[in-house]
């Protein structure tokens, strides 16, 4: 079992505890006030929880994010005067680099129902969970204009900062001028982690490894049976992954799919020889979703789904590629399982080619800890998620996405199927009540949370040389 699974277990469990301590007092409270009293408090609890507790949030928002970076990379002489932040003369700090700031952030009474945030300059502003209460860290990556003339305003809303302040600072190449291959356990997951910095690479790689075509209710609504659903969904989603990279300006011999099955690659890496079946579509045979790739693989041959079939075919596309930047899954930060294999799959292949690429970018599409990270609104920009593994070293790496290339990464996730369904009713209602009591906004763009999420001013990597 993952850790977010153990987590999610933990959450419902102690969930279901609640509930029943919360069912004995609205009966005792009908029996000894009045028969009618607990209907409406039913009803009110249920939308205090929506709008307030519905998060899954698996750590005390009064938990301080426990990060270690380099002592060469912190900046000394930073300081926090009223609500500005005071850089020493001489910083020189530059437009492209990665800027991140540890604060204290303390959420006020109205920050336990409202999102607290901190406003940046006036340009941005990054939000964290309700009640925070403890050490986070800002993104001041792109903030370079004002970070030159010494002093940022930072204003808390619905909280305050307090304690002492610690900067560090990391310089990057342009990962853009070099040759990059994203590699995406589903369609999708480039485009969510990735789009800014592949649509403006000179020479982009985009490599899907599954089809993705489990739960297919959306499909099989439409009158299908469970398995020809699940095909239909692998098509479509085979699809995605090929041509919407296309509207980045990526050329289709560099976009390749391998259609191996949806949430197998662990049982997959378990077991390097045993071909693993797809669990919904009643299929053995990769090579249906492959059909439009642009040159053969090596799996092509006996289209069978197994671990080594996975590894020859990564072998092959990175002989043929040579990339210099590799961006996939970071396993320690993103717990989707086939993510963490997906990772571990591209380590593995790369053992004894002769050409190695010279940067690793990890992303994270999805959290052990917050499935609302990033938190706040569309457009915004990406503090660091929570994360509480001090003895790991990160570097993180922070590259901008302008307004234009926003929008065209919206519409990018726009064409993708898998986020194209609208939401359930519950999901809309609950979205209402937050809005309405919660202050909350969701973007116009799509109904999926991924367009709230993934549509912002930062691209979030962590950077590992090889």
Same mark, same amino acid.
């Given at each position: ?46 939308? *205090? ?68 945030? /901190? ?46 302040? !610690?900067?560090?600072?990391?310089? &990057? ?43 297919? %209710? ?18 479509? !989603?085979?699809? #995605?992954?090929?041509? /919407? ?6 050329? *289709? ?26 669990? %919904? ?37 990175? %002989? ?9 899954? &970071? ?14 799959? /591209? ?20 959290? &052990?800890?917050? #499935? ?85 001013? &930062? %691209? ?7």
């Amino acid at each position: 079992m993952s850790r977010k699974q153990a987590l999610l277990r933990q959450h419902r469990r102690n969930k279901r505890r609640v509930l029943l301590v919360g069912l004995v007092l609205l009966v005792a409270l009908g029996v000894l006030v009045a028969w009618w009293l607990p209907l409406p408090l039913l009803l009110l609890a249920w939308v *205090a929880h929506e709008a307030w507790f519905a998060d899954h949030l698996f750590y005390s928002p009064g938990d301080d994010y426990q990060y270690r970076f380099s002592p060469d990379a912190e900046l000394t002489g930073v300081t926090l005067q009223g609500d500005r932040l005071v850089l020493p003369e001489g910083h020189g700090l530059g437009a492209d680099e990665t800027v991140v700031l540890a604060v204290g952030v303390k959420a006020s009474w109205l920050g336990r129902f409202f999102d607290p945030l /901190v406003v940046i300059g006036g340009s941005d502003q990054q939000t964290f969970e309700r009640g925070a209460n403890g050490l986070r860290y800002l993104n001041l990556s792109g903030c370079a204009e004002l970070l030159a003339q010494g002093a940022v305003s930072l204003r808390g809303r619905y909280c305050t900062l307090v304690g002492e302040v !610690r900067l560090w600072r990391f310089r &990057h190449p342009d990962f853009a001028t070099q040759n990059v291959m994203v590699i995406a356990p589903h369609a999708d997951d480039a485009e969510l982690a990735a789009y800014g910095l592949y649509s403006r690479a000179q020479k982009p790689w985009i490599v899907t490894l599954t089809a993705g075509e489990i739960e297919a %209710e959306h499909y099989q609504a439409m009158g299908l049976g469970r398995a020809d659903a699940a095909r239909l969904k692998g098509r479509l !989603r085979a699809w #995605d992954s090929l041509a /919407v990279p296309r509207w980045a300006g990526v050329p *289709a011999e560099r976009c390749v799919q391998l259609g191996y099955f949806c949430l197998q690659l662990p049982a997959m890496q378990a077991a390097p020889d045993q071909p693993c079946g797809s669990r %919904e579509a009643d299929m053995s045979d990769i090579r249906p979703f492959r059909q439009l790739n642009p040159f053969t693989l090596p799996a092509d041959a006996d289209g069978a789904p197994t671990w080594n079939n996975l590894l020859a075919d990564l072998r092959a596309l990175l %002989e043929r590629a040579r990339p210099d930047v590799l961006v996939m899954p &970071h396993a320690r930060i993103d717990p989707h399982p086939d993510h963490i294999s997906a990772q571990a799959a /591209v380590l593995e292949a790369l053992q004894g080619l002769a050409h190695q690429p010279r940067y690793v970018l990890g992303y994270a599409n999805h959290l &052990h800890d917050n #499935d609302r990270w990033p938190m706040g609104e569309a457009g915004e920009g990406v503090a660091l998620p929570p994360f509480f593994d001090a003895e790991q070293v990160l570097v993180p790496c922070s590259l901008p996405v302008s307004a234009q290339v926003q929008l065209d990464k919206a519409m990018a996730l726009g064409m993708m199927h898998d986020l194209q369904p609208p939401a359930p009713f519950k999901r809309r209602l609950r979205r209402w009540l937050q809005q309405v009591l919660a202050r909350r906004r969701w973007p116009a763009t799509g109904d999926n949370e991924f367009f709230r999420k993934a549509v912002r001013r &930062h %691209e979030l990597f962590w950077r590992k040389d090889l």
